[in-house]
T-cell receptor, first 113, second 115 residues
């Protein structure tokens, strides 16, 4: 059973560009959450998707948007990139009918120059 | 608003020592608490999950306790090994309110175990 997978592993973008990150949840999971982790900090919640809808959102601007597909996979889109968007982006999946234990993917390292 | 604090920020110990990592949270209306391990530049590995109705969980050399009423959790690592060197993160999942649906993390404790 593959766990949570994310692509790409690393990404370098220029300020002002747009980026799309992808996540496939663990088999049997229906909920996907995205987190941003700056260097030396704990992860910060961006948003959560369930049944293809954004269910909760953290304190992030509208430049951050997402989508969940019928197969439960998810995308995170960031428009008009800032230097401050450089971080490790983590995807976590869980099953809504259980203990809400969250399983994390390996992350995508985004560098904005 | 839920806030999570971890103490100490960094810890360096010789191999074989028993050690305790501390986590505190401000809103006791939590659904569960998870301890994670993170190696440099990598994702998070779940170590232990404690439901709000539980007092502790054990896995091998790891034992986590939860005192919901006082807003505290501890992670006990027995007989530490160099392979335990990593950042340890505590996170709480709230049962309701504005924090519902998300994990709120502490800043982490950077653990170094030297031979």
């Amino acid at each position: 059973d593959a766990g949570v997978t994310q692509s790409p592993t690393h990404l370098i973008k220029t300020r002002g560009q747009q980026v799309t990150l992808r996540c496939s949840p663990k088999s049997g999971h229906d909920t996907v959450s995205w987190y941003q982790q700056a260097l030396g900090q704990g992860p910060q919640f961006i948003f959560q998707y369930y049944e293809e809808e954004e269910r909760q959102r953290g304190n992030f601007p509208d430049r951050f948007s997402g989508h969940q597909f019928p197969n439960y996979s998810s995308e995170l889109n960031v428009n008009a990139l800032w230097l401050g968007d450089s971080a490790l982006y983590l995807c976590a999946s869980s099953f809504s009918g259980s203990s809400y234990e969250q399983y994390f993917g390996p992350g995508t390292r985004l560098t904005v120059t | 608003k839920q806030e999570v604090t971890q103490i100490p920020a960094a810890l360096s110990v010789p191999e074989g020592e028993n050690l305790v990592l501390n986590c505190s949270f401000t809103d006791s209306a939590i659904y569960n608490l998870q301890w994670f391990r993170q190696d440099p530049g990598k994702g998070l590995t779940s170590l232990l999950l404690i439901q709000s109705s539980q007092r502790e969980q054990t896995s091998g050399r790891l034992n986590a306790s939860l005192d919901k009423s006082s807003g505290r959790s501890t992670l006990y690592i027995a007989a530490s090994q160099p392979g335990d060197s990593a950042t340890y993160l505590c996170a709480v999942f709230n049962a309701g309110g504005t924090s519902y649906g998300k994990l709120t993390f502490g800043q982490g404790t950077i653990l170094t175990v030297h031979p």
